[in-house]
């Protein structure tokens, strides 16, 4: 079955950096663009970057630019985020997602993980 697993979240200290990986299973992965998203508590599910199916292209939302960087390893099915100069305002649970649109059956794919917590406090 499809699974999409989050792990290196936990607690950093502000200024500092942890990385997260999503280890993907059950699907092509390499047909899928991925994405991270995080939700922090009381807020909406806020998108933060993503990358195409061949890690060819990568976008982010404003507030994470410049300091997290998405990456793929197509051979280990696997996706990560770095993280650096972290806020405390980066304290959510990360999700990662993936997606992909079947243009011949107009069919789409939307996968999620169960997330994982990161803290940035001192």
């Known amino acids: 079955q499809v699974q999409l697993v989050e792990s290196g979240g936990g607690l950093a200290q502000p200024g500092g950096s942890l990385r997260l990986s999503c280890a993907a299973s059950g699907f092509t992965f390499s047909y899928y663009a991925m994405n991270w998203a995080r939700q922090a508590p009381g807020r909406e599910l806020e998108w933060v970057a993503g990358?195409?199916?061949?890690?060819?292209?990568?976008y982010y939302a404003n507030s994470v630019k410049g300091r997290f960087t998405i990456s793929r390893d197509n051979t280990k099915n696997t996706m990560y985020l770095q993280m650096n100069s972290l806020k405390p305002e980066d304290t959510a649970v990360y999700y990662c997602n993936a997606e992909y649109g079947d243009i011949v059956t107009q069919t789409e794919y939307n996968y999620w993980g169960q997330g994982t917590q990161v803290t940035v406090s001192s």
């Open positions: 990358i195409y199916s061949d890690g060819s292209g990568t």
